[in-house]
């Protein structure tokens, strides 16, 4: 028997040899339509790279990121037993979140007084934690009231870690308002916390993404809101070095890891640009990140774990200093101290037991995030360039030129999540109408403030709403709308289909009543009227259907079928549109109206 290394028994690994196999995998399939995919801004992405020459990348200050949690609950003394709870449990950094901010959904904290912080951060000693405010519209007034209270408690400002947190342009693109002294405000802020370690101006991606943008629009904005905070420091009387050292940013984590990654990295890249052109030395940029709202969902929440757990991975090892995870409850109301430990503990494993952040660029020479990083930062560039031709991040949003450019991509991706080519788990896919309500604090959110330049969306709303409807003809009539699943033929012949469409259905909260499946349509248009339903679904094989469709159909009007759906897109849909079938469900099609219409059906027969 030999005795050799297994791999020198096989010839070498090359990308010829596996082209070779995909094409036979394939069997004359196309390469591009089947494997390469492409990003909402058009980024190319390979089934397979080559490994990179590493790139010079900034990269995050040495040591593990933080794990800042939120704080917002309304009840000061509460708000101060959550932070205390979460240092001792862990974290090594609060965001104190303020009432009427767009990030406090509702609820948060009054910050406009040195008593107000002081009750809020009760016990807590600032020399020992980063801490950052998101104000929100109330910015200034909490930045003012931080500095009183660290002279009334006597701290040494060049001890403290702060982050002020203010974005005037991004508070007016979220809330519509805008200080006419903004400009003078933020550089007197920046001469009255002179001396301290944290940063006064913040460029803060959540306005854009919530509103739908893509990566390179997120990016592109962040990026020309830096720039501006730069030029306003700097007309202030602030040297650049001064005016870059107040600045930090914060772009939010998506499930995406791939592109959160890409992001995170082609922010430090961004920034160093910057810094050539105004002629500074390259510092670390501090990054902030935030799980993203607009990915959370009210149905079967439980996921949201996964997905904001997915995102602090991706925006750790993309180089982020700072992690802030929302709690899987968010979208549901304030979350309690279970949803807040899950939150918190999810970092802890990833710092702790998985070591994510011993390694300052663990992406540094990999062909996929060396790629995708260099196409995010060469587009984030034009685009910010574009953005800088327009007059700047706020005059192009003042113009509308890029919320318009974000509402197209929107659009897009709102075809995308109709037609499930951008599957919502719990929500789209797999949904679980008997899901058992989870817990959530008894306090009810603040009205929402009227929208500002930009809408902030959740991706699950439309499909959510389907479900609220649901859930009240429930309430009101004891019983969802259903739909009766016309299977035709054995259970292996209809089990596909049936199952796809009984999944389907459930997305609207529609509910699917099965069987094993019938020969005879006059049997089926017996269980049909048994039903008490309105609408039907006819499910089975292509092979079936050509025989058994067309009279299936026609039985299931005959017996009072109010709408009738096949499961499928048989080759004779015009013949089966003359006997009956009023819609095709498949994969593809537009779930969304499919459903909406679906229980407008079964309404106008309640």
């Given at each position: 028997?030999?005795d050799?290394?297994?791999?020198?028994?096989?010839?070498?690994?090359t990308?010829?040899r596996?082209?070779?196999?995909?094409?036979?995998?394939?069997?004359?399939?196309?390469?591009?339509?089947?494997?390469v995919?492409?990003?909402?801004d058009?980024?190319?992405?390979?089934?397979?790279?080559?490994?990179?020459?590493?790139?010079?990348?900034?990269?995050?200050a040495?040591g593990?990121w933080r794990?800042?949690?939120r704080?917002d609950h309304?009840?000061?003394?509460k708000?101060?037993?959550?932070?205390?709870?979460d240092l001792?449990g862990?974290?090594?950094?609060?965001?104190l979140?303020g009432?009427?901010?767009?990030?406090?959904?509702?609820?948060g904290?009054?910050?406009?007084?040195?008593q107000a912080?002081?009750?809020?951060l009760?016990?807590?000693?600032?020399p020992l934690?980063?801490?950052r405010?998101d104000?929100?519209?109330?910015?200034?007034?909490a930045a003012a009231a931080?500095?009183?209270?660290?002279?009334?408690r006597?701290?040494?400002?060049a001890?403290?870690?702060?982050?002020?947190?203010l974005?005037p342009?991004?508070?007016?693109?979220?809330t519509?308002a805008l200080?006419?002294?903004?400009?003078a405000?933020?550089?007197?802020?920046?001469?009255?916390f002179a001396?301290?370690?944290?940063?006064?101006?913040?460029?803060?991606g959540?306005?854009?993404?919530?509103a739908?943008?893509?990566?390179?629009?997120?990016?592109?904005?962040?990026?020309?809101?830096?720039v501006?905070?730069l030029?306003?420091?700097?007309a202030?009387?602030?040297?650049?070095?001064a005016a870059r050292?107040?600045?930090?940013?914060?772009?939010?984590?998506?499930?995406?890891?791939f592109?959160?990654?890409?992001k995170?990295?082609?922010?430090r890249?961004?920034?160093?640009?910057?810094?050539?052109?105004?002629?500074?030395?390259?510092k670390?940029?501090?990054v902030?990140?935030?799980?993203a709202?607009r990915?959370m969902?009210?149905?079967?929440?439980?996921?949201?774990?996964l997905?904001?757990?997915?995102?602090?991975a991706s925006?750790?090892?993309?180089?982020?200093?700072?992690?802030?995870?929302?709690?899987?409850?968010?979208?549901?109301?304030?979350?309690?101290?279970?949803?807040r430990r899950?939150?918190?503990?999810?970092?802890?494993?990833?710092?702790?037991?998985?070591?994510l952040?011993?390694?300052?660029?663990?992406a540094?020479?990999?062909?996929?995030?060396?790629?995708?990083?260099q196409?995010?930062t060469?587009?984030?560039?034009?685009?910010?360039q574009?953005?800088?031709k327009?007059?700047?991040?706020?005059?192009?949003?003042k113009a509308?030129?890029?919320?318009?450019r974000?509402?197209?991509?929107?659009?897009t991706?709102?075809r995308r999540?109709?037609?499930?080519?951008?599957?919502?788990t719990?929500?789209?896919?797999?949904p679980?109408l008997?899901?058992?309500p989870?817990t959530?604090?008894?306090?009810?959110?603040?009205?929402a403030a009227?929208g500002?330049?930009?809408?902030?969306?959740?991706?699950?709303?439309?499909?959510?709403a389907?479900?609220?409807?649901?859930?009240a003809?429930?309430?009101?009539?004891?019983?969802?709308?259903?739909?009766?699943?016309?299977n035709?033929?054995p259970v292996?012949v209809?089990n596909?289909r049936?199952t796809f469409a009984?999944?389907?259905?459930?997305?609207?909260?529609?509910e699917?009543?099965t069987?094993d499946?019938?020969?005879a349509?006059?049997?089926?248009?017996e269980?049909?009227k048994?039903?008490?339903?309105?609408?039907?679904?006819?499910?089975?094989?292509?092979?079936l259907?050509?025989?058994?469709?067309?009279?299936?159909?026609?039985?299931l009007?005959?017996?009072?079928a109010?709408?009738?759906?096949?499961a499928g897109?048989?080759?004779?849909?015009?013949?089966l549109?003359?006997?009956?079938?009023?819609?095709f469900l498949y994969?593809?099609c537009?779930l969304?109206?499919?459903?909406a219409?679906a229980q407008r059906?079964?309404?106008?027969?309640a």
């Amino acid at each position: 028997m030999e005795d050799r290394p297994l791999a020198e028994l096989f010839a070498p690994a090359t990308e010829a040899r596996w082209r070779s196999a995909v094409e036979a995998a394939l069997k004359g399939g196309d390469f591009e339509k089947r494997l390469v995919t492409r990003t909402v801004d058009g980024l190319r992405i390979e089934p397979l790279y080559p490994a990179a020459d590493p790139v010079v990348q900034p990269v995050r200050a040495p040591g593990p990121w933080r794990l800042a949690q939120r704080v917002d609950h309304p009840d000061s003394d509460k708000a101060a037993a959550q932070a205390l709870t979460d240092l001792e449990g862990g974290a090594d950094a609060l965001v104190l979140v303020g009432e009427g901010a767009p990030a406090a959904r509702g609820f948060g904290l009054a910050l406009d007084s040195a008593q107000a912080l002081d009750a809020a951060l009760k016990g807590t000693m600032l020399p020992l934690i980063a801490l950052r405010l998101d104000a929100g519209p109330q910015g200034f007034a909490a930045a003012a009231a931080l500095k009183d209270l660290v002279g009334r408690r006597g701290d040494d400002p060049a001890a403290l870690d702060l982050d002020l947190g203010l974005d005037p342009i991004g508070s007016f693109a979220a809330t519509g308002a805008l200080e006419a002294d903004w400009e003078a405000r933020l550089s007197a802020t920046l001469a009255a916390f002179a001396g301290h370690r944290g940063r006064v101006a913040l460029a803060d991606g959540r306005p854009y993404h919530e509103a739908g943008c893509s990566e390179v629009q997120e990016l592109a904005a962040v990026l020309a809101a830096a720039v501006a905070y730069l030029r306003a420091f700097e007309a202030g009387g602030h040297s650049l070095e001064a005016a870059r050292d107040a600045l930090a940013v914060l772009l939010v984590a998506d499930a995406g890891e791939f592109l959160t990654i890409a992001k995170f990295r082609a922010i430090r890249r961004l920034w160093a640009r910057v810094e050539e052109a105004c002629g500074l030395e390259p510092k670390p940029l501090r990054v902030h990140a935030e799980t993203a709202w607009r990915m959370m969902t009210r149905r079967d929440p439980f996921v949201n774990i996964l997905r904001t757990t997915m995102a602090s991975a991706s925006a750790g090892l993309g180089g982020a200093d700072s992690v802030t995870a929302l709690p899987y409850t968010l979208a549901l109301g304030l979350p309690d101290a279970f949803a807040r430990r899950v939150v918190r503990n999810s970092q802890i494993i990833l710092l702790e037991e998985s070591n994510l952040a011993r390694v300052s660029d663990p992406a540094a020479g990999a062909g996929g995030f060396e790629a995708l990083t260099q196409q995010l930062t060469e587009q984030a560039w034009a685009a910010f360039q574009e953005i800088e031709k327009e007059g700047g991040l706020l005059a192009s949003l003042k113009a509308g030129a890029l919320p318009g450019r974000i509402a197209q991509l929107r659009e897009t991706r709102a075809r995308r999540i109709a037609t499930r080519q951008e599957p919502l788990t719990g929500s789209s896919e797999f949904p679980f109408l008997a899901e058992k309500p989870v817990t959530v604090l008894d306090i009810a959110p603040r009205p929402a403030a009227a929208g500002g330049v930009l809408p902030s969306l959740r991706l699950a709303e439309p499909f959510e709403a389907l479900r609220d409807a649901s859930d009240a003809a429930l309430a009101a009539n004891g019983r969802r709308p259903s739909v009766f699943l016309a299977n035709l033929g054995p259970v292996a012949v209809h089990n596909a289909r049936s199952t796809f469409a009984a999944n389907a259905f459930a997305a609207g909260g529609i509910e699917a009543q099965t069987n094993d499946g019938f020969e005879a349509s006059a049997e089926l248009a017996e269980a049909f009227k048994a039903s008490d339903t309105p609408i039907a679904c006819l499910c089975s094989s292509d092979a079936l259907y050509a025989t058994e469709a067309v009279p299936a159909a026609e039985a299931l009007k005959a017996a009072g079928a109010r709408f009738v759906y096949l499961a499928g897109r048989p080759a004779e849909a015009e013949a089966l549109k003359a006997a009956g079938v009023d819609a095709f469900l498949y994969a593809g099609c537009d779930l969304l109206a499919l459903l909406a219409e679906a229980q407008r059906q079964s309404r106008a027969s309640a």
